[in-house]
């Protein structure tokens, strides 16, 4: 990894869902403005040979890496300078939290549950989901500021606003290593949660999960949701 350049990582199985066309069409677009950025994305899947077929066509072979499947890939989190999640699908990702745990700054799609973990503007970017052009903006509106304060604002509130409005859903599952205190949440509860979340994802299709786990938190802080 050439890390004289700004390194943004992705993390998740290689599936049409997780949008890593929109994330490789975006660093395509980087580098016809002048922008130089390495990608590292962590996961294997049935889209291996598309992406690198698109790897070619948008001649950025040089700018990414596929590391391919890494058990507990959470743990390395902290050698990306931006966490990207370009998802055309999605529920509620845990991997969002993990990079908050990891106080990366983040970009992602507004998509599913994302807008009930990252704050726009505050603590994370979002972009509108499938649209590469709009990625590459809010990309480029980060690295360019790699250095500067708002990379360490954005940073800095994606860890406290997610504390504030979701320490009681998912205290539990965070593991002792978290950058803040969370109560303690029953482990059943959680269980129980994502078993509903799978669920109805499978049932519906659609982003009812990310509603569920807000009602659940709902019912265990005893708080009025914003």
Not at 210 to 220: A, K, L, N, P, V
Request: charged share 20%; with cysteine.
């Amino acid at each position: 990894i050439d890390t004289a350049q700004p390194v943004l990582g992705a993390v998740g199985e290689l599936v049409w869902n997780k949008g890593y066309h929109v994330l490789l069409r975006a660093v395509g677009v980087l580098k016809r403005r002048g922008i130089n950025v390495y990608i590292c994305i962590v996961g294997d899947g049935q889209e291996r040979k598309f992406i690198e077929t698109l790897l070619q066509e948008e001649d950025i072979g040089d700018r990414v890496h596929l590391a391919g499947f890494i058990p507990d890939a959470y743990e390395i989190l902290k050698a990306f300078d931006i966490f990207v999640l370009p998802s055309v699908k999605e529920g509620l990702p845990y991997v969002l939290i993990e990079a908050g745990q990891a106080a990366l700054p983040v970009v992602a799609s507004s998509v599913g549950g994302v807008p009930d973990l990252i704050n726009d503007n505050a603590s994370g970017l979002l972009f509108p989901p499938k649209n590469h052009s709009k990625l590459a903006d809010r990309l480029a509106e980060l690295i360019e500021n790699i250095s500067d304060t708002l990379c360490d604002q954005v940073m800095c509130k994606h860890v406290f606003y997610f504390r504030d409005r979701h320490a009681g859903v998912f205290s539990g599952c965070l593991g002792k290593n978290s950058p803040v205190e969370f109560p303690p949440v029953n482990e059943f509860c959680c269980l129980f949660c994502f078993g509903v979340v799978l669920v109805f994802d499978f049932q519906f299709k659609n982003s009812i999960n990310s509603r569920i786990f807000s009602i659940f938190g709902y019912f265990y802080q005893g708080n009025e949701r914003d």
